[in-house]
């Protein structure tokens, strides 16, 4: 399938800024299953940018805004190419050995309730990939898809406890889950093509944990699925904050107000040809 991707994240200040550095983790990379046809990021400094690539193999624009402005504005556009391939990344190349993504984190660590949820998916050899899935389906039992509740500094522990979330809480304790058992587990940010070709209100999060002979494989708690053909992997860290895909520092700008639209879309057969 070949996906058009529309991304746009607008930043509002009551008062100027007067000086910004951003990380952008918006560039998706081409692995098995995915293909960057094209890709495009468009922001105020961008033509003087630096990039590397962070510990967890993700590309990193590094953007210095230094004009006074009360509104910025980021823009990203891009084809890519994608196979369904249930989920199973495989083995990409990644600065950080396989065991550091078995490290709890703030946001991951994992209490007595989790650590029971993960013994639901502790089996070996062929039946590992079904235990996984018997987590994913019994996070989705106790923690109800729900927006406002709550907040990109929630932890897994909070969610499981409030019994509602969104993707983000899902995917951090799955992983809180899988590290409680001695699997490696990482976060992924990304998009997803909807159904219906509805826009999305912000990038979409959901987990892989690394089984014998299959490397990575992905799981969209949220949805109850392994990725498909429908989804663009993004960005890969221990958890949301460190595969955010904007970060940054500012000098003033109080009174910030930001504002995200994501419009993913399936390219025609007649423009592919």
């Known amino acids: 399938m070949r996906l058009n991707?529309?991304?746009?994240?607008?930043?509002?200040?009551?008062h100027p800024l007067a000086h910004m550095v951003q990380q952008l983790?918006?560039?998706?990379?081409?692995?098995?299953?995915?293909?960057?046809v094209s890709w495009?990021?468009?922001?105020?400094?961008?033509?003087?940018?630096?990039?590397?690539?962070?510990?967890?193999?993700?590309?990193?624009?590094?953007?210095?805004?230094?004009?006074?402005?009360?509104?910025?504005?980021?823009?990203v556009e891009g084809v890519v190419e994608t196979q369904d391939r249930a989920g199973v990344v495989g083995h990409p190349r990644s600065p950080a050995p396989d065991n550091v993504f078995c490290r709890f984190t703030p946001l991951t660590k994992a209490n007595p309730a989790i650590r029971r949820?993960?013994?639901?998916?502790?089996?070996?050899?062929?039946?590992?990939?079904?235990?996984?899935?018997?987590?994913?389906?019994?996070i989705r039992d106790k923690v109800a898809y729900r927006t406002g509740v709550t907040e990109v500094h929630t932890s897994a522990v909070e969610a499981l406890n409030a019994g509602e979330?969104?993707?983000?809480?899902?995917a951090h304790i799955f992983i809180a889950a899988a590290r409680a058992i001695g699997v490696p587990a990482r976060y992924v940010s990304g998009y997803m093509l909807l159904e219906g070709g509805q826009d999305s209100e912000a990038h979409h999060a959901w987990a892989e944990v690394l089984l014998p002979q299959l490397g990575w494989v992905g799981f969209d708690i949220s949805n109850g699925m392994c990725p498909t053909d429908r989804y663009i992997r993004l960005t890969c860290g221990l958890d949301s904050r460190s595969a955010a895909p904007i970060r940054g520092i500012r000098m003033g700008g109080s009174g910030e107000n930001m504002d995200v639209e994501v419009a993913v879309s399936q390219e025609s057969q007649q423009s592919q040809q």
């Open 5 to 14: 991707v529309r991304h746009v994240t607008r930043y509002r200040y009551e």
């Open 25 to 36: 983790r918006l560039t998706p990379p081409t692995l098995v299953g995915q293909k960057v």
């Open 40 to 75: 495009s990021i468009d922001v105020p400094g961008y033509e003087r940018s630096a990039r590397y690539t962070d510990a967890f193999g993700n590309p990193v624009d590094i953007v210095s805004h230094r004009e006074a402005m009360d509104e910025l504005t980021i823009t």
């Open 117 to 138: 949820l993960g013994a639901i998916a502790e089996r070996e050899g062929p039946d590992a990939v079904a235990g996984f899935h018997d987590l994913m389906h019994a």
């Open 165 to 170: 979330g969104v993707c983000q809480d899902h």
